[in-house]
């Protein structure tokens, strides 16, 4: 459970210890794939949707 106390080390730490290889890969996957259609898929319409979904995601990018 986060606390205000928490670093990102900390945080890091606990990923390293609970998380799967596997999980690890699909997470660096997806958002690999998010990365790459965000920088190479200039269509407004789509650009907008997907910045936006990283938004609802809790990414912040501006």
């Known amino acids: 459970m986060a606390t205000a106390n928490d670093t990102v080390d900390a945080r890091l730490e606990q990923a390293r210890t ?3 290889p ?3 890969a699909t997470g660096l996957a997806l958002a690999a ?3 790459f259609a965000l920088l190479f898929v200039q269509e407004p319409t789509l650009h ?3 910045h936006n979904f990283r938004h609802a995601a809790g990414v912040t990018c501006h």
């Open 22 to 24: 596997t999980q690890v």
């Open 18 to 20: 609970e998380l799967k």
């Open 48 to 50: 907008d949707a997907m």
């Open 33 to 35: 794939a998010l990365g």
